[in-house]
């Protein structure tokens, strides 16, 4: 029997699809339709899935289709909250926090590899699914953007993971669906209220926005000092 042919993985590139018409604002070059064609002219993507359990075996998946290398030193940027300085020190980071926040495997995912060669730099978009270690804790999927940077020797020299922190830690608590209920049937309505009433104002402004954000800790330390 003969084997299936192998999926290729040569960067495709994006089809050119007519784009929409806007207002560009006089001397601006970087939002004008041409500047955007030319860009992605430039651009390559990835139609290479990637699935590996383990940070580092995904890691090393990644950067082959690029024939990119991983040296021992790299500036890598965990959403501004850690920055750390070796892939050493990344795996054992993920190895500790992950069994810290109750995480027993993860299986990650690439999504939308995209190449920049002008830039040196490849990003896409990592889903991760995690298992928990408790039955009690629910596992959950979640959503990364990764930006990767080389150099001219195709060294990676700069991670930079960015994701919605908050987002992160209620899932790993669990109680994420509970605060997306409460923010849509307490904060939202409370919110459009505001907005409607600061709206029909017609001050709407940074300054008296700053001044709003002051009065409720003003009132709030007034009444406690002065009113009780």
Known sequence: TKEPPRQ????????????????????????????????????????????????????????????????????????????MQSWEDVYLAEQVYTRCLGISKRIYQTHSYTHEPNKRMVYFILEEHNERSTRILPAFDFYVLVFCHYDEARNVTNVDVQYDQLSFFLHCMGVAQWHACFMEWVVTPVAICWAKAFHATGLVNPFTFFIQLMALPLALVYWFWWCR
Not at 8 to 18: G, V
Not at 52 to 78: A, C, H, T, W, Y
């Open 8 to 83: 290729s993985i040569k960067l495709q590139p994006y089809s050119k699809y007519p784009l929409g018409s806007w207002d560009v604002p006089p001397n601006s070059t970087a939002s004008s339709p041409q500047s955007i064609l030319e860009k992605h002219d430039k651009i390559d993507a990835q139609k290479y899935l990637v699935g590996q359990v383990g940070l580092e075996n995904f890691i090393r998946n990644v950067v082959k289709p690029l024939k990119l290398q991983l040296p021992d030193s790299v500036k890598f940027n965990m959403n501004g909250c850690g920055r």
